[in-house]
């Protein structure tokens, strides 16, 4: 059986996986708004050429995981 769930084919996992990156750099010293601020601006700089790259990407993401019968992609 293939797994229902799969981070291949989910979207908003990729653009963490790039945005996660930026913040791990950052030095947070502050509370909880300090961290929330700091979140609203890493996700207002993502490009809107960001995710269309991703939705181009998704038939061959999804072949991908055919022809693997959903084991590991390079996606």
């Known amino acids: 059986d293939w797994p229902?769930?799969?981070p291949d084919i989910n979207l908003i996992e990729h653009i963490w996986e790039y945005k996660?990156?930026?913040i791990s750099n950052?030095?947070?010293v502050g509370g909880r708004r300090t961290l929330e601020k700091a979140?609203?601006?890493v996700w207002n700089a993502i490009q809107n050429e960001r995710f269309k790259?991703?939705?181009?990407?998704?038939p061959e993401c999804l072949q991908a995981i055919i022809?693997?019968?959903g084991g590991?992609?390079?996606y």
């Open 4 to 6: 229902s769930k799969s």
């Open 20 to 22: 996660k990156h930026d």
């Open 26 to 28: 950052w030095k947070f």
């Open 39 to 41: 979140l609203n601006i």
């Open 53 to 58: 790259s991703l939705i181009r990407t998704m």
């Open 67 to 69: 022809d693997t019968r």
């Open 72 to 74: 590991a992609t390079q």
